[in-house]
């Protein structure tokens, strides 16, 4: 899986290995995405839902809730390619919903597995099973950047793009505490994600790996 791992890290106490870009991983392979959003949880400190997100003219995708402490700053660009424009959307709607799983504190919720399949899909289950085992969520700010899609004449679709965790930090469920955690380099992470648009017209991701340090994300 390849979500945020990095607040995993703090969690279990050991430093959160990163996925090297040739490794086969999902939305949180173990060491990914050393950040995953955690979403809010079962917990006192449930904060109240943000807006919800679903993607436009799909009325039978799920609907995401997030709570309100859970925040993006996507700043993925409009291409003017229908097909890449749809890529970038789905891929947005992936990392809301695997961060509303967590929230849920269920790694099978439906909605994660709507926009993947694969080895993605079973990636974040892991990942978010993590979370749920540590009786742990997210909450703070993820920004997305440095995007880059391209359409392969097989039909699927590469998507690289850059996330900063350096404002998402780790909260324990049963004490309500947050991990704040000083910025490095490590709070840059690339990912790589393979997608392919499925009878549904969902570009749902595949294959997803991270790299954590990495010096096309870092300021």
């Known amino acids: 899986m390849n979500r ?3 607040l995993l890290a703090a969690l279990t106490l050991t430093a959160a290995a990163a996925l090297t870009l040739s490794a086969c991983g999902s939305d949180d392979s173990s060491q990914g995405k050393d950040n995953d959003k955690i979403a809010g949880a079962d917990t006192g400190d449930k904060a109240p839902p943000s807006a919800t997100s679903s993607a436009a003219g799909a009325g039978d995708r799920p609907t995401i809730e997030l709570p309100s402490d859970v ?15 749809a890529v970038l959307s789905d891929a947005e709607q992936r990392i809301r919903a695997v961060d509303m799983a ?14 993947s399949e694969g080895a993605a899909a079973a990636g974040s289950q892991k990942y978010i099973q993590e979370f749920v085992d540590h009786k742990a969520r997210t909450t703070g700010l993820t920004r997305y950047y440095n995007e880059s899609v391209t359409i392969k004449d097989d039909g699927t679709a590469a998507l690289v793009y850059c996330e900063d965790q350096s404002k998402a930090f780790n909260r324990f469920l049963k004490t309500g505490k947050t991990d704040v955690t000083p910025v490095t380099k490590d709070s840059y992470v690339v990912y790589a994600g393979t997608l392919r648009r499925n009878d549904k017209g969902v570009w749902v ?6 790299q954590r340090g990495s010096a096309k994300c870092r300021p």
Do not use: V
């Not at 967590?102 to 926009?115: E, H, N, V």
């Open 4 to 6: 945020r791992p990095t």
């Open 71 to 85: 925040t993006y700053k996507f700043e993925w660009k409009k291409t003017g390619d229908t097909d890449k424009d």
């Open 102 to 115: 967590i929230a849920k504190q269920d790694p099978l919720d439906k909605a994660y597995r709507f926009y």
């Open 205 to 210: 991701t595949e294959r997803l790996i991270s």
